[in-house]
């Protein structure tokens, strides 16, 4: 990996930012590619050839190249940063269940609602809002007493849940019912190469 992984990314995008936030605080080498979003390169060639679906994150790693951002999140920390994913079987079951709900619960709720308000996008609010509030507090729960999801450390689980959790509230989803989580946000901030996400006006790409 002498020249490090490409990350093409676009800064507003949760998908994106999980990726580089795991290759931040994993320290692993790496450059980021802009791809204009709001210019449509990613329905255009060469972008195509990358990633078909047209869509953020992809990575190059040397030849290999990965799309969907938890399957370049496993990739990632298989590779080249394994203590972020426990190999036991039961603890890895643990990592897979929240990846799972950021897929689902998470990318249906808050993260949904946020590209209503940042993105404009002609989705159903109050729907949204209903899923959102579900998964918030699943994962709410699930945090309970702890400091990370997974074996008391940081795994990417952690990075896979963070970026729309965090970013709710520009959706219009409050976190203030939700304090496991916050303090689960915080932990998370505070690790050493912890790179946010820039935080938006509502309607920006309105």
Same mark, same amino acid.
């Given at each position: 990996?002498?020249?490090?992984?490409r990350?093409?990314?676009?800064?507003?995008?949760?998908?994106?930012?999980?990726? %580089?936030?795991?290759?931040?605080?994993? *320290?692993?080498?790496?450059?980021?590619?802009?791809?204009?979003?709001?210019?449509?390169?990613h329905?255009?060639?060469?972008?195509?050839?990358?990633?078909?679906?047209?869509?953020?994150?992809?990575?190059?790693?040397?030849?290999?190249? $990965?799309?969907?951002?938890?399957?370049?999140?496993?990739?990632?920390? *298989?590779?080249?940063?394994?203590?972020?994913?426990?190999?036991?079987?039961?603890? %890895?079951? @643990?990592?897979?269940?929240?990846?799972?709900?950021?897929?689902?619960?998470?990318?249906f709720?808050?993260?949904?609602a946020?590209?209503?308000?940042?993105?404009?996008?002609?989705?159903?609010?109050?729907?949204c809002?209903?899923?959102?509030?579900?998964?918030?507090?699943?994962?709410?729960?699930?945090?309970?007493?702890?400091?990370?999801?997974?074996?008391?450390?940081?795994?990417?689980?952690?990075?896979?849940?963070?970026?729309?959790?965090a970013?709710?509230?520009?959706?219009?989803?409050?976190?203030?019912?939700?304090?496991? $989580?916050?303090?689960?946000?915080?932990? $998370? @901030?505070?690790?050493?190469?912890?790179?946010?996400?820039?935080?938006?006006?509502?309607?920006?790409?309105?």
């Amino acid at each position: 990996m002498s020249n490090g992984i490409r990350i093409h990314s676009f800064p507003l995008s949760g998908h994106a930012h999980r990726v %580089e936030l795991f290759a931040s605080i994993a *320290r692993i080498k790496h450059e980021i590619i802009h791809v204009d979003l709001p210019s449509g390169e990613h329905k255009k060639e060469p972008f195509l050839r990358l990633n078909p679906l047209g869509q953020v994150p992809v990575i190059e790693d040397g030849e290999v190249v $990965i799309s969907d951002s938890n399957a370049i999140l496993v990739y990632l920390a *298989r590779r080249y940063a394994p203590d972020f994913f426990p190999s036991d079987p039961v603890l %890895e079951a @643990e990592v897979q269940k929240y990846l799972t709900l950021a897929a689902g619960e998470i990318a249906f709720g808050p993260a949904a609602a946020r590209l209503i308000t940042v993105f404009n996008a002609p989705l159903d609010a109050h729907f949204c809002q209903v899923i959102a509030e579900k998964a918030l507090t699943k994962l709410n729960t699930l945090i309970g007493t702890k400091d990370f999801l997974v074996d008391g450390r940081p795994t990417i689980a952690d990075i896979a849940v963070y970026s729309y959790v965090a970013h709710a509230p520009e959706g219009n989803i409050s976190l203030d019912k939700y304090p496991n $989580i916050l303090r689960l946000l915080s932990n $998370i @901030e505070n690790l050493d190469g912890f790179k946010a996400m820039p935080r938006t006006a509502v309607g920006l790409y309105a």
